[in-house]
C-alpha cells in the first residue's frame, strides 16, 4: 500500500454537495456516474487536478446514516488541507461564508485555521512550516 486513494465523506445530497464542495471551498469534480436506478452515484472530489487524496460523496440512506452527517469524527478535525498560500486560501473561504471555529494561529508545525463545512464537519486549513508536514487537533 502506498497511498490513500479516497475518504468517504457521508452527505444528505449529491447536488448541493458537489456545489458546496465545488463552488464554496474550490475542489475539482472528478468524477460523478450513476450507478443504480434508485439514483445512487459515484462522486468523488479533491482539492486539486492533482491531488492524490479525494473525497468520496456518499448520500446518506437510512437513519444512522443521516445522523452522521456532519459530525464523522465525534467532534474532532477530521479533515486537513494543506496550503502554499494560507493568506489567499482563508480570504477566499472567508469571502465564500466559510465558518471559523476561532482566529488564525501560528503552531510549530505551521499556520492553521479551523473551519467548518456546510455540514458541520471540522477542517483545518494548514501552511506547514518548512520542512514539516501537517498535523493538528
Known sequence: MRRMGLVTLVVPEYDEAIAYYTEV????????????????RWVVVAPSPTAETGLLLARAVGERQRARV??????RV?????????DADLARLMAAGVALEEPPRTESYGRVVVFVDRYGNRWDLIQPAHG??????
Open 132 to 137: 514539516s508536514g501537517s498535523s493538528s487537533a
Open 70 to 75: 456532519g459530525d464523522q469524527t465525534g467532534g
Open 78 to 86: 477530521g479533515f486537513f488541507l494543506d496550503t502554499d498560500d494560507f
Open 25 to 40: 471551498l474550490g475542489f475539482t469534480l472528478r468524477e460523478d456516474r450513476l450507478l443504480a436506478p434508485d439514483g445512487k
